[in-house]
């Protein structure tokens, strides 16, 4: 282990802990459109996500929401209406738990791995929890660059897995 | 939606999935996902963070990956698997590209590389997927 | 009359005849909620727009959306999805109606003139029809001017008044 | 909401209501309205249409006479009649202040001047407005 490290003994003790957690206001059949009009645009988006009696007939019966369909994007029902954050915090993941992060400048999202579950659909409330599953280093162009991957799990009103997702992200 | 009238066979090409960028797709994306941030809606804050322009959202790339995926098995294949590296960024004008290759193919179920590239064929975004035809 | 005019017998015909005629999908709790967050942006919007209990021991019994919420927004049950129009027609009026407009390049909103009456609520379906009230024209700054009115109502499932706005286009 | 503790009077000046203006503030608006056009989320835009920089929306000064309303008047309070004229551009950065005075009082209902106006004082959009008072 080097002596210089970004990651700190309070960042190591966060690993696996909770954070994060939310549960959606019903998913709305107007929220489906919406998401399916914007990353269709400029297309028409497939009667699967606004037509019910298209949608009724086919395998899914009924409306589904698109895989990448975010239910807590504006609002949601628990933690409950706050004030938008104006600028970004790179630290924002360690200031969720108070602790210090490494104060650096640039965080990227460099990717994610997604396994999918269940649909979502209209009426669906989703429930979500998210945790560090590692945090890494790395030398790379930027210098030494700190390697944080979080697991976030979306979880049905049933139960059932929506879709777990591990998100990588590059601070420098 | 159309669906590929024949199995897919390894090593088969996708036909290409062609998106233009710019503040009328990003801010309605935005619009959907909340993600109202300055260097996704203002060239200003693109230049500051170091790009020539605003860009666009990874996300954004994420759902062109899954619309050409059901574009090529058909709105009914269940996509069960997807990953993406965002590579590089979208700036504003960009032609996105979105390109796919037959990587495995199993019983009801193909594996794929599927990737975004601009016009001068640049891999902004490369990943994968693993995609279970409908009705198998 | 002058012998120069904007306003060609065409344009005259179609005075008083409704346009823009539309059926709102079903008021979600959703768009309330997101059009709340919008206009009060950044402060945390009133309870009243997304806090049922709250809003249910206000005077109004329930959630109620802003005087200004737009129930159109994104897609209409009647007509249906359509694509997105790219650039803007400032003859879209008479194209509406098949006509040849006056194919003036400028088109200000001058503001509008509204009477309210029902509030709207989630579930609500919203119907419109518009028509133009008159065309007139004025000299100013920048020459002949074409100013329309167009009278839009709304109205809701049980046929109660929303609201009435004539609004004021001027065309250069 | 806070109320008026006392019944307006003619004369009286309400407390102005500030707002920002910029792209945070236009796209959530054209979220919610699904106003994506250009002169309001491009500067270039903006230029071309002989302007300094991209400008909001009408509908947006709208909105920000009516929370002065309720702010005025309390959120029982009914807003029966509302007009407004656009007379310049909301451009980038603009500061709008939404100011207030009542010209008439009759029971239960006050008839007010509303208008938009920057911190030079200059009034882009003036406009009126009836409130029936809530309890009344």
Redesign the interface.
Known sequence: MSEETYISDEMRAIVGKPFNEAVSFPVSRS?IR??A??????EVP?R?YWDEDYAKA???GGIVA???F?PF??ASASPGMTT?RAG?NADYLETTFGIQGPGLKTN?????????GSRMRPGDVISTSAHVLSYTEKSGRMGRMLITIIRTTWTNQSGEMVKQTNQTAIRY | ?AQTATLPTVGQELPEFVRDTG???W????????E???IH???DAGKAAGYPTAFGM???T???L??AL?EWFG??A?????????RSAVTRGTQLHIKGIVTAVRPGEVDVDVWAENSEGTRL?P?SATVHL?GS
Chains 1, 3 share one sequence.
Do not use: C, K
């Open positions: 929220d919406r998401w009009i914007a990353v269709y645009y400029p497939p699967l086919s395998v899914y698109p895989e990448d975010n994007a504006w938008r970004f990227l999202n460099a990717g994610s791995v997604t396994d999918y | 939606m503040f009328q797709h801010n309605r994306y935005a619009a959907v996902n909340d109202f941030i300055d809606m203002d060239d990874g996300n954004l994420w759902a062109y899954h619309l059901h709105e009914e269940r996509i069960s698997h997807a990953e993406v590296q965002y975004a990943g409908a």
